[in-house]
């Protein structure tokens, strides 16, 4: 049984994984994006702000926006422009009708059914042989770089969980490095399987939900919903793909001495972009310790406060469906759960804040112990 409160508390905003551009501001996009990569960020916010003020609807700008913001470590800017492309780019594909993989197109005998995880390629070992064996007979010819084999591969998937709880924690973990940039390549593979089977779940989710509406208005919208998760779904399908069939070092990890001696990187670049990632993961280190300490208070408090609600609710209220009662009794059942949750849902964002502590403390050691062999 899928637990729907408790998926939706994990499940966290999708990275930015698309690429939107209009014909009338595509030239002004692209010379943004040129000062961007130029390192001139705030000429760049500029630019891509209005943009977005000349065409308020177009995604595209806020993605740039958001690595902008995320570039000038305004963590707080850039979630929030991250935030505003996926709200636009969902009201952008709200009309589009996907198909059950990236490949296939709707038949007479389908074109009319209700979209669900039916439609979804599933991330097995026959899905890892199809990818594999399709590969190009000289994608393996190269000594240094390979794409990796089935046998990794197979090992990667049989990684990621399907159940709930344990799922989130690996796709929240493997979120962070890649959103932070420290991810290896196996980390990325893992990363997009775990981010299709927690799509997957969210899916399944409101195809019950779907299935339980009796209006039809609302049953539409729904279904509309679902469709666009779809594609979501076979978008992220597509990346894996690409990933899997990409050929890398043997070491992928970007903080490590090894990755840069197969780069081949003069030892002054080596540094400065070490150094540059380092002051990164030391601004994001201190802003990840202050949430810890401020939700370590809060839930000390809110576990206190329960406490002390639950000695004012007389005899076995709690053991009571909160339907049945009324009035004064009523408030008291249901403030005493709605704090309940709210503990719960707070402990379980403290657990990912100290994940997200432990990992940076981590890159930021490797970090030190790849530029003393430098």
């Not at 969902?90 to 996907?98: A, D, G, M, T």
């Not at 590969?135 to 770089?145: Q, Y």
């Not at 196996?186 to 399944?204: H, S």
């Not at 940076?360 to 030190?368: D, G, R, V």
Request: aromatic residues 10%; hydrophobic residues 35%; proline residues 3%.
């Amino acid at each position: 049984m899928i637990n729907k409160n408790k998926l939706k508390t994990h499940i966290l905003t999708l990275a930015l994984l698309f690429t939107f551009s209009t014909a009338v501001f595509s030239a002004t996009i692209d010379e943004a994006v040129n000062v961007f990569k130029a390192g001139d960020y705030n000429k760049a916010i500029q630019m891509f702000e209005d943009i977005a003020k000349n065409d308020p609807l177009n995604p595209e700008p806020y993605k740039w926006l958001a690595k902008c913001y995320e570039s000038t470590f305004d963590i707080d800017k850039s979630i929030k422009a991250s935030e505003k492309y996926q709200k636009l780019l969902y009201q952008q594909e709200k009309k589009v009708i996907v198909s059950a993989t990236p490949e296939a197109t709707p038949t007479p005998d389908d074109s009319n059914k209700e979209p669900d995880s039916s439609m979804l390629a599933r991330l097995d070992n026959s899905f890892l042989e199809d990818v594999v064996n399709q590969r190009p007979d000289d994608a393996s010819k190269n000594k240094t770089l390979k794409p990796l084999d089935f046998e990794t591969l197979e090992m990667l998937f049989s990684s990621v969980s399907t159940e709930g709880d344990e799922l989130n924690d690996i796709y929240k973990k493997h979120q962070i490095k890649v959103y932070y940039g420290i991810a290896t390549h196996n980390e990325k593979i893992v990363y997009k399987k775990a981010e299709a089977e927690v799509l997957r779940m969210d899916i399944d989710v409101k195809t019950f939900q779907r299935n339980q509406e009796q209006d039809t208005k609302k049953r539409k919208l729904e279904n509309i919903e679902i469709t666009n998760l779809v594609k979501d779904y076979n978008n992220i399908v597509k990346e894996l793909t690409g990933l899997i069939n990409l050929a890398v070092y043997p070491n992928t990890d970007p903080l490590s001495f090894e990755n840069y001696t197969f780069l081949g990187e003069s030892p002054k670049k080596q540094k400065e972009y070490l150094e540059d990632m380092r002051t990164r993961l030391e601004f994001s280190l201190k802003k990840v310790i202050g949430q810890v300490n401020n939700l370590k208070t809060l839930t000390l408090q809110q576990e206190k406060d329960l406490v002390n609600m639950k000695k004012k609710i007389p005899g076995n209220l709690l053991q009571t469906d909160a339907s049945t009662l009324t009035g004064y009794e009523k408030d008291l059942v249901t403030s005493y759960y709605n704090l309940d949750n709210k503990i719960f849902k707070d402990k379980k964002s403290l657990f990912y804040y100290l994940m997200e502590q432990d990992i940076l403390n981590e890159s930021i050691a490797k970090i030190n112990q790849t530029m003393r062999k430098i």
